[in-house]
């Protein structure tokens, strides 16, 4: 499998303290995007780096991706309450491996914010 | 506000009806996508389109089949609904290219007893 995996599959933290999630994948990538989604709703794009760069930032969040080891992290500060949610990882390779051509989606970290 | 509608948001049928979920953008997006999930699961692609008259199948095996005679439309239809249907159903959109996320439409929960 292309997928992604998220590491850890749920973490809480306090409000306020940072949340740092972890994604792995197989192949090589386009771009990986990361996802939200509250309470199986549909997902919010959050943000999206290019396979040629190395760290990205939106707001309070944080991304990383190392092509040599096939993994990206997302780091969250100063969390809020309305953070909590599901993260998910997602690689975008194409169809060059002749396999269909659309996102390929991890298991997700399910995060919450204690107040 | 969402650019990207699907209707039904809940659908409780019985086994062996036809159904069809609808999803429809605002964007003009060449492509769309529809993904299964199970409760705390992840995403699996089963259908996607790269514009008018294209569409094909996903990673995941369906039963499902879809249509795309306009841009902003992209239904999803089940001919004889099973248990095994049981399902969250996400439609999505994205611009042509690499390099664009997906916009994602709140989903239909559909339960087929």
């Known amino acids: 499998s292309q997928q992604g995996e998220e590491d850890p599959q749920a973490l809480s933290i306090q409000e306020g303290e940072n949340a740092t999630m972890n994604c792995s994948y197989k192949t090589s990538i386009n771009n990986l995007q990361w996802y939200r989604q509250n309470s199986g709703r549909g997902l919010v794009h959050l943000i999206l780096i290019r396979s040629n760069e190395r760290e990205k930032h939106s707001g309070r969040l944080r991304v990383t991706l190392d092509t040599s080891k096939k993994s990206s992290s997302l780091l969250i500060t100063a969390s809020r309450a309305a953070d909590t949610a599901s993260y998910f990882c997602?690689?975008?390779?194409?169809?060059?491996?002749?396999?269909?051509?659309?996102?390929?989606f991890g298991k997700g970290t399910h995060l919450i914010i204690q107040p | 506000e969402a650019d990207i509608y699907q209707t039904p948001r809940y659908l409780v049928i019985g086994t062996g009806k036809k159904i069809t979920l609808e999803c429809s953008q605002t964007?003009?997006?060449?492509?769309m996508y529809w993904y299964q999930q199970d409760p705390g699961m992840e995403l699996h692609l089963i259908h996607y389109?790269?514009?008018?008259?294209?569409?094909e199948k996903g990673d995941l095996s369906s039963e499902s089949t879809v249509s795309r005679i306009r841009t902003e439309h992209f239904p999803l239809t089940l001919e004889s609904a099973r248990p095994s249907h049981t399902s969250q159903y996400l439609c999505?959109?994205?611009?042509?290219?690499?390099?664009?996320?997906?916009?994602f439409g709140s989903g239909t929960r559909l339960t087929v007893v």
């Open positions: 389109s790269y514009g008018v008259n294209s569409t």
């Open positions: 997602a690689t975008d390779w194409g169809n060059s491996g002749g396999g269909a051509d659309g996102l390929t």
């Open positions: 964007m003009g997006h060449d492509k």
């Open positions: 999505a959109s994205s611009a042509t290219g690499y390099n664009y996320g997906y916009t």
